[in-house]
């Protein structure tokens, strides 16, 4: 991806995490261009656009999507190849809530079905990533 062409990051996060997570973990790894965010780093004007899946099994997912493209077009002038959406690590990672979401692939295809570009990860706990090295998580993959 040429990351200097994005001027929109979204980041999906799981309904039932964001009950007990106020977010602050992906905004900050986006403001700080870490973790899956590194990739970013030379790109300081990009819009960072964080929203909630609606539940199982991503239920807002498709509707939000076509807002963002409606909005960044008209109030922004932003086409939809310059927004790329995150799918968060609440989502896709082994992690301090549950398992990988099993809904990964439909969410993905609605995503991709829309003309975006979509990436896994987000905010990387040193917990989390303690445990996949301890072999209690699940592996993941944060060049994917
Ligand atoms: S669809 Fe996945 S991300 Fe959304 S609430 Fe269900 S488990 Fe969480």
Redesign the pocket.
């Known amino acids: 991806m040429e990351s200097g062409k994005i001027k929109i990051i979204g980041v ?6 964001r009950e007990r997570c106020s977010g602050f973990g992906c905004v900050n790894s986006f403001t700080e261009r870490i973790d899956a965010f590194a990739r970013y780093k030379d790109d300081e004007k990009i819009m960072l656009v964080p929203f ?8 807002r997912i498709s509707r939000v999507a076509s807002n963002l493209i409606k909005r960044a077009k008209k109030k922004a002038e932003v086409e939809k190849d310059e927004i790329v959406i995150h799918l968060a690590s ?2 896709v990672t082994d992690n301090g809530h549950y398992p990988p ?4 692939d439909y ?1 993905e295809k609605i995503l991709k079905r829309k003309g975006l570009k979509v990436k896994r990860g987000s905010y990387k706990s040193r917990t989390a990533t303690r445990r996949r090295e301890e072999g209690l998580y699940e592996s993941f993959d944060w060049d994917e």
């Open positions: 999906i996060q799981c309904d039932f995490a909630n899946c609606g539940g199982c099994p991503g239920r609440c989502i979401c099993p809904h990964i969410i």
